[in-house]
């Protein structure tokens, strides 16, 4: 009759080394395996940006993995820490996939949005109200290509005169866009000058765009705001820009101190 002696391997002795404590067995670092969990999980930062915290933490719960041994341990290589060193290499690299996609998704956009932009200011240098007016509509709302847009527009003011003088008010003023007026001033062929950078931004999830466009590089020039958004078709899958605002750019004046 044999008596079996205890086995000094306990689960206790293999998680206690993650706290620190002195161990006879292989140490076993979860924090790495935690740090992968959350690498993979930072890959979502390709599609969402904010998403790069989950890599910055994967990356810190790696280099806690990664920490020295106690010296008593002696060259003993803990459990866990291959893993941290593959969490780092994958936090990394969808950290930059998704700051390279991030920024290659704003230059592109910025370079619609500016090329858009100056042909809504050609079309509307060129004095045509009609098509300038197209152009700061959404594709649901414009018209069919094979509208004649001189035709119909001058039907609606006759209708509306016809309505006016019927209610007794008498003929009413044209309406007139200032913007489009300001615009015809100058020629079809000014070269606008870009007075800063294309502004991306979302505005409660819809693609937006801002170009300010300056007459010339003096010190105080007419300057036009364009506010654009980007728009997907439904249907067919094609995007396109249009001109949700446009006015003349003022500086917004701030005040140093509220009293």
């Given at each position: 009759?044999?008596?079996?002696?205890?086995?000094?391997?306990?689960?206790?002795a293999?998680?206690?080394?993650?706290?620190?404590?002195?161990s006879?067995?292989?140490?076993?670092r979860?924090?790495?395996?935690?740090?992968?969990?959350?690498?993979?999980?930072?890959?979502?930062?390709?599609?969402?940006?904010?998403?790069?915290?989950?890599?910055?933490?994967?990356?810190?719960?790696?280099?806690?993995?990664?920490r020295?041994?106690?010296?008593?341990?002696?060259?003993?290589?803990?459990?866990?820490?291959?893993?941290?060193r593959?969490?780092?290499?994958?936090?990394?690299?969808?950290?930059?996939?998704?700051?390279?996609?991030?920024?290659?998704?704003?230059?592109?956009?910025?370079?619609?949005?500016?090329?858009?932009?100056?042909?809504?200011?050609?079309?509307?240098?060129?004095?045509?109200?009609?098509?300038?007016?197209?152009?700061?509509?959404?594709?649901?709302?414009?018209?069919?290509k094979?509208?004649?847009?001189?035709?119909?527009y001058?039907?609606e003011?006759?209708?509306?005169?016809?309505?006016?003088?019927?209610m007794?008010?008498?003929?009413?003023?044209?309406?007139?866009?200032?913007?489009?007026?300001?615009?015809?001033?100058?020629?079809?062929?000014?070269?606008?000058?870009?007075?800063?950078?294309?502004?991306?931004?979302?505005?409660?999830?819809?693609?937006?765009?801002?170009?300010?466009?300056?007459?010339?590089?003096?010190?105080?020039p007419?300057?036009?705001?364009?506010?654009?958004?980007?728009?997907?078709?439904?249907?067919?899958?094609?995007?396109?820009?249009?001109?949700?605002v446009?006015?003349?750019?003022?500086?917004?004046?701030?005040?140093?101190?509220?009293?």
């Amino acid at each position: 009759m044999t008596t079996e002696s205890t086995s000094p391997r306990t689960l206790g002795a293999v998680m206690s080394s993650e706290a620190g404590f002195e161990s006879q067995d292989t140490p076993l670092r979860i924090s790495g395996f935690i740090a992968l969990i959350l690498a993979l999980v930072s890959g979502f930062a390709t599609v969402a940006l904010p998403m790069l915290a989950v890599g910055v933490l994967a990356i810190l719960f790696a280099m806690f993995a990664l920490r020295k041994t106690r010296p008593e341990l002696g060259e003993v290589t803990p459990v866990g820490t291959g893993v941290a060193r593959l969490a780092i290499i994958l936090a990394c690299f969808f950290g930059a996939c998704s700051i390279a996609r991030y920024g290659s998704k704003h230059q592109t956009l910025g370079a619609q949005a500016e090329y858009f932009a100056r042909q809504f200011v050609r079309v509307a240098s060129s004095g045509n109200q009609i098509y300038a007016n197209e152009l700061q509509k959404s594709y649901v709302n414009r018209y069919l290509k094979t509208m004649p847009l001189e035709l119909h527009y001058r039907n609606e003011k006759l209708k509306q005169k016809q309505e006016s003088e019927s209610m007794g008010m008498g003929s009413m003023p044209e309406e007139e866009d200032t913007t489009v007026a300001d615009l015809a001033k100058y020629p079809v062929d000014h070269d606008w000058v870009l007075w800063r950078p294309v502004r991306i931004y979302n505005h409660y999830g819809r693609q937006k765009a801002e170009v300010i466009l300056a007459a010339d590089e003096s010190e105080n020039p007419y300057r036009l705001r364009i506010e654009l958004e980007y728009l997907v078709h439904k249907d067919r899958g094609t995007s396109e820009w249009y001109v949700e605002v446009a006015t003349p750019y003022h500086e917004r004046l701030v005040a140093e101190s509220v009293l």
